[in-house]
């Protein structure tokens, strides 16, 4: 078992560059399916999650590795069409393969993506959108079977800005016969991160980032070479680890434009924010203010993957502060591990009530999500004393090293390996 060993309320400084965004690889190495030749992406994390999909791809018989942060995959090879249902569950994000699957193989055969961690997370959206567009969906238990000999161009209007789907949409769509029209699409920096790749590779994909995106389906891909976009919710990240520690710390491979959702927050909290170029310097003021409240809001609204983070940083500042989460009806969770530092925070349904507190105390904690988990490390931050975190297995789905990366702005913190005992 590995744990998270925090010695808190120490003074950060200095800079540390953040990784690329496990939103975009994910679906961009799926995306790389439809291509029959060899893809490079560069600035990919080395995430569990990131790794999980180059095995997914090999699994279907593509070549696939991820050398440092370079993913070379070519899918010219492929020949598998079904993903088994224990890997569907290790990660839910694995629906995003169902489009590219379905557009390349013409038939796709793979499992609901696992339980309930932030919320219940359907796949309506995607499962209708792919029926519109001419794909046979067939639903067994926990299985989904995709079948089209050919998938047609179409006006689909999401009921929600749904990130996954609109991804599925346009990686089912970059091939089809006609043009796809999605009205009400997802904005989220990732979307746009995903039709640049699939654009450098010849697709017509237009307007991704704004809420109407036009596909116009071409005959084939061609390999090409790309780049990851630094990853935003990471940045807000150590943002907050300077914020909660009251120091000032510098951000590098940062794009200013996806973060600033989250600029409003930390300013209301008394920081300043310097950017220069795609550096961000944070400095925190010795006594952080409360905020008003703090809504979560499909992009450019503030990111529900910083929510956690966010109250964390805010259970220290002088007052009371309101979260409410719009987006997952279940991303409270961390709340009653966020509570053992001696927090005071009350939650009545989808509002977290926060009354600051001068002090954290040192806590042994359990992640119980990758953003909650990652909330529990900030907050260790500013405890007294040594505070563990257990089931560091969610937070190194998002974060490369994040011991490292944090030690290396002046945090002490280290991950140390344990036996698990008989009665834990
Ligand atoms: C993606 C991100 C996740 C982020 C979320 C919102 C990845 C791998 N994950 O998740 O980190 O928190 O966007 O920014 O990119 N919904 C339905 N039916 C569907 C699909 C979604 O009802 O078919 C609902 C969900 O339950 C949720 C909301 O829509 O309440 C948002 O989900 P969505 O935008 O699809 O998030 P994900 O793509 O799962």
Redesign the pocket.
């Known amino acids: 078992m590995e744990q998270l060993l925090v010695s808190g309320e120490k003074k950060l400084d200095g800079a540390v560059t953040v990784h690329g965004a ?3 690889a ?2 961009i190495l799926a995306a790389a399916i439809l291509v029959k030749g060899e893809c490079i992406i560069h600035n990919c994390p080395r995430l569990s ?1 990131v790794l999980e999909a180059i095995n997914i791809l090999k699994g279907l018989g593509c070549k696939a590795e991820l050398e440092g942060n370079t993913a070379v995959v070519d899918a010219s090879t492929i020949s598998g069409y079904s993903i088994d249902e224990q890997t569907m569950r290790s990660m ?2 694995s ?2 393969f169902l489009g590219a699957l379905v557009s390349r193989m013409g038939i796709a055969q793979v499992y609901y993506p696992g339980g309930c961690e ?11 959108s792919l029926r519109s567009m001419g794909v046979t969906v067939e639903e067994k238990g926990s299985a989904i079977c995709c079948k089209a000999d050919k998938i047609y161009g179409t006006k689909i209007i999401l ?9 599925n949409i346009i990686i089912a769509s970059v091939m089809a016969k006609g043009r796809t029209t999605i009205i009400n699409a ?1 904005r ?1 920096p ?1 979307i746009s991160d995903l039709a640049d790749f699939l654009n450098h590779c010849g697709a017509r994909i237009y307007g991704a980032g704004e809420g109407t995106i036009e596909i116009e389906g071409v005959l084939s891909l061609h390999p090409a070479q790309h780049d990851v976009i630094p990853d935003r ?1 990471v940045v807000s990240t150590y943002m907050a680890a300077a914020a909660i520690t009251g120091s000032t710390v510098t951000v590098n491979n940062v794009v200013p434009t996806h973060v600033a959702p989250v600029f409003p927050a930390f300013n209301q909290m008394g920081c300043r924010i310097y950017l220069s170029g795609s550096s961000l310097k944070l400095e925190a003021p010795r006594r952080l203010k409360r905020i008003s409240t703090i809504k979560t809001m ?2 450019p609204g503030f ?3 910083s929510q956690p983070i966010i109250a964390a940083v805010l259970c220290k500042a002088k007052g009371t502060s309101v979260i409410q989460e719009n ?3 279940n991303r409270f969770r961390y709340i009653s591990e966020l509570k053992r530092f001696g927090t005071d925070i009350e939650v009545n349904d989808n509002l977290a009530v926060i009354n600051g507190v001068k002090e954290f105390h040192a806590a042994n904690v359990n992640a119980t999500d ?2 909650g988990g990652a909330a529990l490390v900030i907050a260790s931050l500013a405890a007294d004393g040594i505070s563990r975190v257990n089931c560091v297995n969610y937070i190194d789905r ?1 974060y490369e090293s994040i011991e490292k990366s944090l030690s290396q702005i002046g945090a002490d913190i280290k991950r140390i390996t344990y036996e698990k005992q008989k009665d834990e």
């Open positions: 496990k939103n975009s994910l679906p999650d839910r994000s629906i995003i932030i919320g219940t997370r359907p796949v309506d959206l995607h499962i209708n009921p929600f800005p749904s990130v996954g789907a609109t991804e997802a989220e990732e919710i499909p992009y990111p529900t993957d987006i997952f009806e990758l953003r998002g």
